[in-house]
Structures are given as C-alpha cells and as structure tokens.
C-alpha cells in the first residue's frame, strides 16, 4: 500500500508569487488533514477534509491560502501571494473513516516551502 | 485552548544510554495522547499512543505512561541505539481520528 505523497518536496519562491502544494492520500482514506511547521516551532494544524468537505478549517491562517479536494482524492494547498512568513515545512496526512474509537493518521515526508 | 509542551532539543545521548523526554499537555477533558517520530527524510510516524488514564503506550522499546494527574506523557527508552536518531514530537487529539496539537518536537542524537 503506498503511503501518502506530497509534491514537490522542496519549493522556493519569492514573496508576492504563488505555489501550489499537493497532497496524495492514502487510497480510500476519507479523512485529509493539512498542517504546517514553521520556523521549527511546533506543528500546527491547518485544515481537515472528509472526502471533498471541509470539516475543519479553524487552523487556516488568513485568506491567502486555499485548500481543495475536488473528487475527494488528492488535496491541494495554494498560497497566494506567498509572504516571507509563510516559510515552512508542510505536511499532510491521511486516516481512515468508519467506525471505531481510534484512526490513525499517516502523514507525508512534507513539502519545504522557502519564500525569500 | 489545548497545548503541548515538551522538553527542548537537541538530546545528545551515547548508544545504549537511557532516554527521556518530557511531555505535559494542557486540555480539556480526557484527550489521547500521541509519540510521533520523524526518521531524516521521511513523514511523520506513530510511535505510540494512550487512549486512557494510566494506559502505557509501548513500541520498539519506547514506553509512555498517560499520567492524568500530572498532565504528562513522558516517552523513556531504556538503551538507545545509534538509528533512533530522530525528531520526537508529543501530540494530543481530543476526539479520535480529529486534528491533532503538537508539541515543538524535540531531536534526539544518539552516537555510536
């Protein structure tokens, strides 16, 4: 079984351009979740999707980024126009749906994203 | 709102040594308790969890212990090895399979 992808694994761009981030679950996982590292601080969540819905986009910092599930497979996460803060390590992660007390969260090798 | 704290790195430990790291949370209620790791260059993976007071979380001789009267979920291994090199993070959720709250993640160098 394939774990979770993201694309790309490195990106850098300049303060006022935009970047798309990917993500690519695990096959039949409903739940996504995006969350972001920044400046080596702790790991913060982002947003959470079941299937194409938004069902938690509390850790969203402002109106420059957006997220999408179209289908309900892979995700994106675009942030634009990027700031110099935006700057991070960007992870996504993947869990199961059903019933159950207890769904784990797979998570990608994350996407570094530098904006000079 | 809920929080994690965890000790500082980097941890400098010689092989074989005894680990500790410390974790307290702060939250509402009964959350589950996570240990995440992070190999170089690769995602984040579970380590070990608790779902409950008192419950150990054990896994590749890594043990935590839910202490709710203390808040702490302190993640020990008794002898290190050189391939536990790594990047710890403790983490909580209050509701299965929801978003997860990280503590600041903490390197761990173990050397020959």
């Known amino acids: 079984e394939a774990g979770v992808t993201q694309f790309p694994s490195h990106s850098v761009i300049e303060k006022g351009q935009t970047v798309t981030l990917r993500c690519d679950p695990i096959?039949?996982?409903?739940?996504l979740y995006w969350y972001r590292r920044v400046m080596g601080k702790e790991i913060k969540f982002l947003l959470h999707f079941v299937k194409e819905s938004k069902q938690d986009e509390s850790g969203m910092p402002n109106n420059r980024f957006l997220a999408e599930r179209t289908g309900g497979t892979y995700s994106t996460l675009k942030v634009q126009p990027a700031e110099l803060e935006d700057s991070g390590v960007y992870f996504c992660?993947?869990?199961?749906?059903?019933?159950?007390?207890?769904?784990?969260?797979?998570f990608g090798p994350g996407t570094r994203l530098t904006v000079l | 709102g809920n929080s994690v704290t965890q000790m500082e790195g980097p941890v400098t430990l010689s092989e074989e040594a005894f680990l500790t790291i410390n974790c307290t949370y702060t939250?509402?209620?009964?959350?589950?308790l996570f240990w995440y790791v992070q190999y170089p260059g690769e995602g984040l993976q579970l380590l070990l969890k608790?779902?409950?007071?008192?419950d150990k979380g054990s896994n590749k001789g890594f043990e935590a212990t839910y202490r709710k009267e203390t808040t702490s979920f302190h993640l020990e291994k008794g002898s290190v090895q050189v391939s536990d090199s790594a990047v710890y993070f403790c983490?909580?959720?209050?509701?299965?399979?929801?978003?997860?709250?990280f503590g600041g993640g903490t390197r761990v160098l173990v050397k020959p």
């Open positions: 983490a909580l959720s209050q509701a299965a399979g929801n978003k997860l709250t």
């Open positions: 939250a509402t209620g009964y959350p589950s």
């Open positions: 992660a993947s869990s199961r749906s059903g019933t159950g007390n207890f769904k784990e969260q797979f």
């Open positions: 608790a779902t409950k007071a008192d």
């Open positions: 096959s039949g996982h409903d739940n």
